[in-house]
């Protein structure tokens, strides 16, 4: 990692879910830190698990990390943020504002965009901090939150650590996105409240667009692992960014294993799909320069174990467990007999959720494709902006329909619908006017939740399989599911004769709708899908199954460093039985990837 000696001064770890992000972002902060550098980490994933992998809180505050000096934490936690800018807006309006007014805006900025926006606000501060002429005295600054104004120019360094590729990609969009729209707009946007201050905040976004796309402060660390689909994310993502005019990139590939047991069938797999998948990098990445990574014996939990992982020389291995590697416990039934389960019904909701990389598309795919072939009508469809289910499929199945919630495309049919409904009461200037403030950003989160709620609705009379996007993104459909709900409750109350029945309601129904929560068999996606059952739980919405994916114990290995894994596999599989699960289906590792019909299908097996 002889690139760290001279970095620049923001750098954007980012990848398909599961790959080590958290972890490379985080080592290479302490890196830099015990190299005598100010670092600022910051955590832009609303399911982070920085906490647990430092053991320390997180906070929106900037807090110094134990153990490395120079090292300092923060996360922008979305409610957080967007309960600072509720105060903000509020504010703005003055005490001559009535409570029926403020009630009017609260309500306005209840919806999933303002958590967006107010997270983008956060994350700009951040930028605009290093771009020429900021100083206090700035308009930006002056709506700057506590947050933010911490960091100041103190820091030598700032590290972010990312949400997935598809929701990062969203994130890193914004400043073009907003910088376009309050250009020559002296209104702001209806969805954040009349009151929104968007134009005070323009030139912190536009110093934010400035520092992205200035490679001599911003580089973009593409983190992947030898695998074809991690390694096909990072190079559509390496070209997103360059079209966002984020050049300055750089590639890690983590994970990278090499087998010291000849004779051992799951070892020999392993590597060679790993050697395949690296053989066939695609072409946007073979430019970049680039780093490896090789597998660890052990989970990077703790600042140590993050110390060893940039040190080419830290790979000793502990000694090897004495009990049968090949024991995972007691039986547990395979995926085919869940499926059994949900075919019992003729229609329902499927959801598939988890961290990212865990490998929902291809549980969701062979959900679908177990349905399909026991005669049931299924529409199988993502809400990850990052979508591979036609991919993983691999070919058309009878009775079986794929979709995407496409945003552009979503958000494109969202305004025609309302410029249809709402422009022939209008003159022309008012169209114009409508129009506008339809380009805001934040049109693509309602107009994505509008295509989620026809998904829904959908498993009314067919089963509906729904692969979901990593765990954050997800977690805010939520909320915008919830913030309908409140509407329509307050919009409708005292109604008699009416039959309401919410997106919100329809995930609650447990005879409507199933989640299947899937994680890999390591700490971190374990902990991720505990929170993540937590908080669907908050919304009386309860999970129905595990899925534990790419089980090596349950495969079976003697090679040295596999074997070292197996004793945290066991560890995490007696975790999930232990009052995390009411029902867990474990998978074990494929010598063959499972991609394809025939691939899915011995998935099930």
């Not at 929701?167 to 409240?193: E, M, V, Y």
């Amino acid at each position: 990692m002889n690139w760290l000696n001279q970095p620049t001064r923001f750098l954007f770890f980012t990848g398909k879910g599961g790959v080590g992000k958290t972890s490379l972002s985080t080592a290479t902060a302490i890196a830099l830190a015990d190299s005598g550098r100010r670092v600022l980490l910051v955590s832009t994933d609303a399911a982070s698990n920085l906490d647990e992998m430092l053991g320390m809180p997180l906070g929106n505050h900037p807090a110094p990390v134990p153990h490395v000096p120079g090292l300092d934490m923060l996360n922008i936690d979305p409610d957080a943020a967007a309960n600072a800018y509720r105060q903000r807006v509020l504010a703005q309006m003055g005490p001559q504002a009535g409570e029926d007014e403020r009630a009017e805006v609260l309500e306005q900025l209840s919806g999933a965009c303002t958590t967006e926006i107010a997270s983008f606000d956060e994350f700009s501060s951040l930028l605009a901090s290093a771009s020429p002429g900021t100083t206090a005295a700035d308009p930006a600054s002056a709506t700057a939150t506590a947050t933010t104004t911490a960091t100041g120019p103190g820091y030598d360094h700032v590290v972010f650590d990312t949400a997935p590729s598809g929701h990062t990609l969203r994130l890193l969009s914004l400043p073009k996105a907003w910088s376009g729209f309050l250009a020559g707009n002296d209104r702001g946007a209806s969805c954040l409240g009349p009151h929104s201050g968007l134009k005070m905040q323009e030139v912190r976004f536009n110093q934010a667009l400035a520092a992205l796309s200035n490679p001599a402060l911003t580089t973009v660390v593409l983190v992947t692992r030898p695998e074809v689909g991690a390694l096909a994310e990072a190079a559509r993502t390496a070209q997103e960014l360059l079209a966002l005019g984020l050049t300055h990139q750089r590639l890690i590939i983590n994970g990278v294993f090499r087998r010291t047991v000849q004779a051992d069938a799951m070892a020999s797999a392993i590597e060679a799909q790993g050697q395949q998948a690296l053989d066939g990098m695609p072409d946007a990445l073979r430019t970049l320069p680039q780093d490896t990574v090789p597998l660890r014996p052990r989970d990077n939990m703790g600042v140590a174990a993050l110390r060893a992982l940039l040190n080419p020389g830290s790979t000793a291995l502990p000694p090897l467990p004495s009990a049968n590697p090949n024991d995972h416990g007691q039986p547990m039934p395979p995926l085919s007999e869940l499926v059994a389960e949900f075919a019992r019904s003729d229609h329902g909701l499927i959801m598939v959720m988890g961290k990212g990389g865990v490998g929902k598309t291809t549980i969701a795919a062979a959900i679908a494709l177990g349905l399909a072939q026991r005669g049931k009508t299924v529409h199988l469809s993502t809400t990850d902006p990052a979508a591979h289910l036609q991919a993983t499929l691999g070919s058309e199945v009878a009775g079986l329909e794929v979709s995407r919630i496409d945003p552009k495309a979503e958000t494109a049919r969202y305004i025609d619908k309302i410029m249809a409904a709402r422009g022939p009461g209008l003159d022309a200037h008012e169209r114009d006017l409508l129009l506008e403030d339809l380009q805001s950003p934040c049109t693509e989160e309602v107009a994505v939740f509008h295509a989620f709620s026809r998904t829904v609705a959908q498993a009314r009379s067919a089963f509906v399989v729904l692969d979901t996007a990593p765990t954050g993104h997800s977690l805010l459909l939520m909320d915008a599911a919830g913030a309908y709900h409140r509407q329509m409750q307050r919009e409708f109350e005292g109604s008699k004769g009416l039959n309401i029945v919410t997106p919100l309601m329809r995930l609650q129904d447990a005879s409507y709708t199933r989640i299947v929560l899937v994680t890999l068999p390591e700490v971190t996606p374990v902990s991720q899908a505990a929170a993540l059952q937590a908080d669907l739980r908050r919304a009386h919405i309860e999970p129905c199954a595990w899925v534990l994916n790419r089980s090596v114990l349950a495969a079976g290995t003697q090679d040295p460093l596999l074997a070292a894994r197996l004793e945290g596999e066991r560890q995490q599989i007696a975790r999930i039985r232990d009052g995390l699960a009411s029902r867990l289906v474990v998978i074990p590792w494929m010598t063959e990837p499972p991609v394809g019909v025939t691939g899915l299908q011995a998935l099930l097996a």
